[in-house]
């Protein structure tokens, strides 16, 4: 069965201005999409997801996740995986190595030939077979961008947000990229959130979307 993320009577302030009101829960394989202008609150609803809240902001409400209460738990125990627009890719490492450091350590399955040939499986169901070896910064932005989603996706998280994962992708890479990433989300059933400002994301994406406003 796979986990849903549900977001109970959430309350988010920036000082004592309330930014965002929310009540919602997304089952695994959805993808809710959450929209506005800057400043309306999309990045701090996703810091207030992994508990990086920044100081000036607060919140009330709770984050369950596969029925678990998880708002008092430290980020790296909630296992919510998050990808961005830049991949982030640790430039000292190779494309396996970058993708092995995010595995859980405590798998039963964990030997480095073990993980090695995970990764190798993974990289060829998106096209990066072959790649192994590569360095990330001679990678295309597109190959970056699957090497984070595989990364993010080798971390085993229970679900995931994406925050204007597509934005800095020209239209026909963000289009395939858009496909990729919401295909694995749907086969992985991961509830996921969304913030964008791009309405082609929201339309790809095919689930509910919430407008904020300043």
Known sequence: MSASLQIKELQL??????LVSLNEQVQG???????????????SLLNWITGTLPSGFSAIGDIWLGGENVSHLPTHLRRIGVLYQDALLFSHLSVAGN?????????KDNSKKQRLAKIEHALEQVGLAGMTNR????????????????????????AILLDEPFSKLDTQLR????????????????PAIMVTHDHSDARAA?????????
Do not use: C
């Open 13 to 18: 302030y920036r000082q004592s201005e309330l």
């Open 29 to 43: 394989g959805e993808i809710l999409t959450i929209m506005g202008p800057s400043g309306s609150g999309k990045s």
């Open 99 to 107: 993708i092995a450091f995010a595995m859980p350590r405590d798998d």
């Open 135 to 158: 360095h990330p910064d001679n990678l295309s932005g597109g190959q970056q961008a699957r090497v984070a989603l595989l990364r993010t996706l080798m971390s085993k998280p229970k």
């Open 175 to 190: 289009a395939d990229t858009q496909q990729l990433v919401f295909d694995q989300i749907r086969t992985h059933k991961l």
């Open 206 to 214: 095919a689930g509910k979307v919430i407008t904020l406003s300043l």
